[in-house]
């Protein structure tokens, strides 16, 4: 009894609780990111594909948010969320109802009992009745006889309006509604992480496409460059010129080379496919103009200046995080709830009588209205379960909060180092190719006045093709970076 009574008082002291919003712990995240960029700009667009200036690009982006399909089921999703919302909702309003019904009944009469059981005394009648009874009619014995002959059959017609009203007394209901509110939240959130994963992956796969075109035309021009250089190795070589050694070596890079192109081919199809399904589209009914984009691009002007710690707020995965946190506060709330008696009013009015000709009619009318007080008793291991489970539910979804925004800071910090190293990298290669083109320049100069031989001419050739393939390849790596960053600071939505 006495454990009965402190649990009774724990509970209704918290329930007190149950008209609070869930708290949600502060978070301590530093005020700005470890790794700092130099040049940046502050005139970009939010919505940062735009940033590019390429205009097939931006056709892309736009018709895959409107055409693919993982994305429309993610806003389809919202709708549906919205819909228990309005039911939940609901749920504060009485219930109303109407209802007709028409039956047939039957009863056995009281004589056929009588017969197999303990006779009784008569009921008291009227002083009218019993002399009435005294000298017994033909016609009462007839109408008697007949009542038991029919078997006691009549007719019930019956026409009621009832309402029954739940008093939220402990805020269950109000709970409900904002628990499918904040649900509502976390597929928004969950729609713009969709939205946001599919603009980052239809850019990227677009600017690797356009790497592999312009590779695939590259290694084209090495593969014609090491075949020349192999035939002329080919020629030393029978001429005694050179060893074995070199004309395998010069086998070797056109076999390579040739490997490498028959890859980036395979990779460009699979490409190709991928970017049709992100838009929505067939490959066979799918189509791509190639086009190198990367020397137009300003590397050094498309990120955003002054990155503050806190617009990762903004983050759609860590609004999905803290919106669930609150769903699953309002749902512990709920069960905690269950624990506590539920107060129902309820009413009815209506008319029953044996004939349709008089249904609606004063002395045929009914109505009944009372409140109704209900406690499960024998219960409370299931109450106490899903009030446990919804707490551990409630507690999980708090460490997914705080691992969502822990990695968050991993992602930024991540891209930023990542673009920070491989943009120096660019500058190198940059330096590199401009090496090798004037080193080119030299030869085929050379080889035009007869002072180098061919053999000269084709390797600076081949070395200033690999340049550029080594150029191309580290230009896509700092694009990707750069989508990255976008993506990892939450981008490309509406404010």
Avoid at 315 to 335: M, N, T
Wanted: aromatic share 12%; net charge negative.
């Amino acid at each position: 009894m006495r454990k009965l009574t402190v649990l009774t008082g724990v509970m209704l002291l918290s329930a007190c609780s149950l008209y609070e919003k869930p708290e949600v712990p502060a978070l301590e995240v530093p005020d700005d990111f470890k790794v700092e960029l130099n040049f940046t700009n502050p005139y970009l667009k939010n919505e940062w594909w735009e940033n590019f200036n390429d205009e097939t690009l931006n056709a892309f982006v736009e018709q895959a948010l409107e055409e693919n399909y993982n994305y429309q089921v993610a806003l389809n999703n919202i709708d549906i969320a919205q819909t228990y919302v309005a039911q939940n909702r609901s749920y504060l309003f009485p219930q109303v109802g109407a209802g007709f019904n028409a039956s047939r009944n039957k009863f056995v009469p009281d004589e056929f009992f009588g017969a197999f059981s303990t006779p009784t005394a008569p009921p008291p009648l009227d002083p009218g009745a019993q002399a009435k009874s005294a000298t017994p009619s033909s016609s009462a014995a007839s109408n008697s006889s007949s009542s038991f002959i029919n078997g006691g059959i009549f007719d019930v017609n019956m026409v009621s309006a009832y309402a029954s009203y739940e008093l939220d007394v402990w805020n269950q209901i109000r709970n409900s509604v904002k628990q499918a509110a904040a649900v509502v939240r976390v597929n928004e959130a969950e729609s713009d992480v969709i939205k946001l994963t599919l603009v980052s992956n239809v850019v990227n796969t677009y600017f690797q496409l356009m790497a592999l075109y312009a590779n695939r035309d590259n290694l084209t021009e090495q593969h014609h460059a090491a075949l020349s250089l192999m035939q002329l190795v080919e020629v030393q070589n029978r001429s005694g010129l050179i060893d074995a050694s070199s004309l395998y070596n010069a086998q070797i890079q056109a076999e390579s080379i040739l490997i490498a192109l028959q890859q980036i081919k395979k990779q460009q199809q699979i490409l190709e496919y991928m970017l049709a399904y992100l838009l929505g589209e067939y490959p066979e009914d799918f189509a791509i103009k190639p086009h190198n984009h990367f020397n137009t691009l300003p590397y050094t002007e498309l990120i955003p200046e002054g990155i503050p710690a806190q617009m990762l707020a903004l983050r759609p995965d860590i609004q999905s995080a803290y919106f669930q946190v609150i769903s699953y506060g309002y749902l512990e709330k709920q069960a905690l709830a269950n624990f506590l008696p539920t107060f129902t009013l309820t009413g009815g009015y209506g008319y029953a009588s044996s004939t349709f000709s008089n249904l609606i009619n004063n002395s045929n009318a009914f109505w009944d209205y009372g409140l109704g007080i209900s406690q499960y008793v024998f219960d409370y291991a299931v109450r106490e379960s899903q009030y446990d489970r919804a707490g551990e539910q409630f507690e999980s979804s708090i460490l997914s909060y705080q691992n969502t925004v822990l990695n968050a800071f991993l992602e930024v910090n991540t891209a930023l180092v990542s673009y920070q190293e491989d943009a120096i990298a660019l500058d190198a290669i940059k330096k590199q190719k401009q090496q090798n083109t004037e080193l080119f320049s030299i030869s085929d100069a050379q080889y035009q006045a007869g002072l180098v031989n061919y053999t000269v001419y084709l390797t600076n050739e081949l070395n200033l093709l690999q340049s550029e393939y080594n150029l191309v390849n580290q230009q896509l790596m700092v694009t990707q970076d750069i989508i990255q960053i976008y993506k990892a600071l939450g981008l490309g939505l509406e404010s």
